[in-house]
Every structure is written in structure tokens, then in C-alpha cells.
């Protein structure tokens, strides 16, 4: 089982309650098909850029969902059938952010000094060819090797 996201866009609903049995129509969708539905997010009426099909406007649905990746296109077919989706797109959800703080570059062997180009410092021979420490190279003048 994988986790996915499907952004929909349905035909403009009428009322609360209209818009409800849709949303419920579209849940029963994925469970049929053995999936779990996680969470739903109403994005609300949005208006395209152009008239699709004779609308200006749908209301966008992203439903987050697991289901076994066998299944998707028997799930897109599905909703295909289905006259109250407008459109429909159905992503692999991403993974949770990772902590930035925790991340290590591997490929990095040292900071480059503030104020000092990179560009300079690779022509200077800092790094790896210097020990790995920089030389400093003043600005509009060849680098000493």
C-alpha cells in the first residue's frame, strides 16, 4: 500500500449538503477499491484561467489516501465514470520533510569563506589540492597556483 494525493475538481456544487453527498461518493471510491481515505481538504471554488468545457469555475478537493498501487488505474477509470469529477489528478504523496538541521552534505569537504567566490577559491587550488585550506585571491586578479 502507498500513500497518494488526489487533487479533483468537481462540478460546481449546489449547496452544503450537495457538495457533502459528493465528497461521500468520492471517499466510497477509494474504499471500495481497498484503500484507506486519511484526510480530505476542501480548497474551496476556484476559477481556471480559461472556460474548460463550458465552466469557468469547480470546487478543488485534495484527498489523501492509501491504496495498493495496482488499483490506480482502476481508481482513475472509476472516477472517470463518475459525472460529478470535472478533472482529477492522482500523485504519490511525498514523504515527510526530513529535519534540514540533521542533514549532512556528504560531498562538501569544507565552507567556502564569506566574501571570498567559489570560483576563486577552485582556481586558487583550496580545497583538496591545498590541504584543504583556502587561499585568498583578490578580485580581478589571476590566481597564483
Known amino acids: 500500500m502507498k500513500k497518494y494525493e488526489g487533487l479533483i475538481i468537481l462540478s460546481q456544487p449546489v449547496d452544503e449538503q450537495t457538495l457533502e453527498d459528493k465528497l461521500d461518493n468520492i471517499r466510497a471510491e477509494v474504499t471500495k477499491q481497498g484503500g484507506t481515505v486519511e484526510h480530505t481538504t476542501r480548497m ?6 480559461r472556460k474548460l468545457k463550458k465552466k469557468d469555475a469547480g470546487f478543488y478537493v485534495l484527498l489523501t489516501f492509501t491504496l495498493d498501487p495496482a488499483k490506480i ?18 500523485t504519490i504523496a511525498p514523504s515527510p ?9 556528504k560531498g562538501a569537504k569544507e565552507a567556502v569563506p564569506a566574501g571570498l567566490p567559489a570560483i576563486a577559491l577552485a582556481a586558487a587550488g583550496g580545497g583538496s589540492a591545498n590541504g584543504g585550506k583556502p587561499v585568498p585571491v583578490e578580485a580581478g586578479k589571476p590566481a597564483k597556483i
Open 44 to 49: 474551496g471554488r476556484q476559477t481556471f484561467a
Open 73 to 90: 488505474a482502476t481508481l482513475r477509470e472509476r472516477y472517470k465514470l463518475n459525472e460529478d469529477v470535472f478533472r482529477i489528478q492522482i
Open 97 to 105: 520533510a526530513r529535519d534540514s538541521a540533521k542533514e549532512v552534505d
